[in-house]
């Protein structure tokens, strides 16, 4: 583990522990190894490059590396390619007084004269081996000032180093980029960052607990400046809920899906003075954490009882609310960009939370989804099945009407006993088996059966004879082959007709039986009739349309409802 300077700055004196404890050398910086291997080594070997760019997020250690990189080339004493940070040098380059070094804010300082003044005194003697120019926010330069600069950094002074470090590294101008060799600054773990607080606590004498180090390391979101001062922060107020909002009540409200405690909390966080976008960002924040726990732990820079909070919060509302609690945040931080009345679209972005049925999204559907699939997971519901009576074999007694005979038999019996007796034999049991009678059902299938059909199927089944019934299969037979295949077109409604007439589905079995002779019934009220022919048969059956078919069958059967026992004058 690299040393953290430990002794404040005596000359400047302050108290800032970014500024007290910034590093010094290569070996003091932390989370970058990758440029402290690339500037070490170059400096060690001598191969240092006359232009670079550092580019990365805010607090990161750039223009401390520049600086360390500038201490490194004038070192009177250089270690393994490090500064050593006694020498006079060193010392004037971190008092900031140094002739070898110059440092340009190009946020403050980008016109095109300021620039054409320093690459004039580039050319001019300086006491130490190098000249570094260090050049902050240089994407902040003007075209014309990038333009004065592009000549200088493509044919520079021998002893000359240019700087350059920027937040934006696309809004530098390609031309520029080119003669540069860039060095990528990362944001810095949450490991290494709770090491580099430890050890600043140690060497600052602070009295602050482990909650407290988490607490600024994950307010630090990966910059090491950020960090220390929410660390300051936290040491001055002495207090962890003054240093940044508390959502504990907003989380539980989203879980729980109330809409009423979700508006009380963010009425509790105004109430504390928060800024309302700031409130969004931080929420948001929390919820990528949760998000990340939940996708990919090992990105996820939150540790300890953070990591433990976040992680329980986020296995209770799930991955697909989760997801759209950072959407919907994410609208409405845009949202609230513009307009009149911020609390108005976080309310309703809470509201449509917690109520997915009010948001016609995709996202909201989806968890409502997710929800019933939940619900089904964790208890199977089995639907209770109704009790069902028997179903009554043709020409019998039902077993309702059976046990109220019954019923009625035992309390004449009872009643016809003598009054001293106390004793009584039980109710016996009717049983009824579910039989068909053959007989019965096949009077009904000529007499009620057939007439509900169509009229081709009625022509049809006239030619038809029921032979038997075995069990719940009624065996039906024809005079030949050909008709038994047009039957195919008539059984659909055929089944019906028997399922409404026996409240029992029946089977049907077609058999050939050449010896029936091909003659309709003619009732004693109806003129007699030619015999009927296969052909005529046949014909009727393939003409018939099927919507015709259902229609016909239905007026017939309203017919026979209505007038029971008329008969149709043709």
Request: charge should be negative; glycine fraction near 6%; include cysteine.
């Amino acid at each position: 583990m690299a040393e953290v300077n430990p002794i404040p700055n005596p000359v400047d004196g302050v108290t800032a522990l970014y500024r007290r404890f910034r590093p010094q050398r290569f070996a003091e910086i932390r989370g970058q190894d990758h440029v402290v291997r690339a500037l070490q080594g170059a400096v060690r070997n001598n191969r240092v490059s006359h232009a670079y760019l550092f580019s990365g997020p805010r607090g990161t250690g750039k223009t401390t590396a520049a600086r360390v990189l500038a201490k490194a080339l004038n070192c009177e004493n250089p270690q393994d390619g490090d500064a050593c940070c006694v020498c006079a040098s060193c010392l004037a380059i971190a008092k900031g007084s140094s002739l070898d070094v110059t440092e340009l804010d190009a946020a403050s300082n980008n016109g095109v004269d300021d620039i054409r003044e320093i690459t004039a005194g580039a050319w001019h003697g300086t006491p130490g081996r190098w000249k570094v120019y260090i050049f902050d926010e240089v994407h902040q330069l003007s075209k014309a000032a990038s333009a004065a600069l592009l000549k200088t950094l493509e044919e520079p002074p021998q002893h000359v180093v240019f700087v350059l470090a920027t937040t934006d590294p696309h809004k530098v101008l390609p031309t520029i980029r080119s003669r540069t060799q860039q060095l990528e600054f990362r944001l810095i773990g949450g490991d290494t960052l709770k090491d580099l607080l430890r050890d600043v606590k140690g060497a600052a004498g602070l009295s602050v607990d482990d909650a407290t180090i988490e607490t600024a390391v994950r307010l630090g979101r990966g910059s090491a400046r950020d960090a220390l001062s929410s660390l300051d922060q936290l040491v001055a107020t002495g207090s962890l809920s003054d240093a940044q909002p508390q959502f504990e009540g907003l989380f539980r409200a989203l879980r729980d899906e109330d809409a009423i405690q979700a508006l009380r909390a963010l009425s509790v966080l105004r109430q504390g003075g928060w800024d309302l976008e700031q409130l969004a960002e931080s929420f948001a924040g929390e919820v990528r954490q949760a998000f990340l726990l939940q996708v990919a732990p090992e990105v996820a820079d939150v540790v300890d009882t953070e990591r433990a909070r976040l992680v329980e919060w986020g296995s209770a509302v799930g991955l697909v609310r989760t997801v759209r609690i950072l959407e919907t945040f994410g609208r409405a931080m845009r949202e609230m960009k513009s307009a009149p009345d911020k609390l108005v679209i976080l309310e309703v972005a809470l509201v449509r939370l917690v109520k997915p049925e009010l948001d016609p999204s995709i996202d909201a559907l989806a968890e409502r989804l997710a929800k019933l699939e939940r619900a089904a997971r964790s208890s199977v519901v089995v639907p209770e099945t109704p009790r069902r009576e028997p179903l009554r074999p043709i020409g019998t007694t039902s077993v309702s009407e059976v046990a109220v005979l019954q019923e009625g038999a035992n309390h004449a019996e009872l009643s016809s006993s003598k009054p001293n007796d106390e004793e009584s034999s039980p109710t016996p049991t009717v049983v009824v088996e579910d039989v068909f009678d053959f007989n019965d059902v096949r009077d009904r299938f000529i007499q009620r059966v057939v007439p509900r059909t169509s009229r081709s199927a009625q022509l049809l089944l006239k030619a038809a004879e029921v032979r038997s019934l075995d069990g719940n299969c009624l065996t039906i037979a024809l005079a030949s082959e050909e008709m038994r295949q047009n039957t195919e077109m008539i059984v659909q409604g055929l089944r019906g007709a028997l399922e409404h007439e026996f409240k029992s589905p029946l089977t049907i079995a077609w058999v050939v039986d050449t010896s029936i002779v091909l003659s309709t019934p003619t009732p004693a009220s109806r003129p007699k009739r030619a015999p009927v022919t296969e052909t005529e048969i046949e014909d009727e059956v393939y003409s018939s349309d099927e919507s015709v078919v259902s229609v016909a069958s239905a007026a017939d059967h309203l017919i026979t409802e209505m007038f029971p026992g008329a008969e149709e004058i043709r």
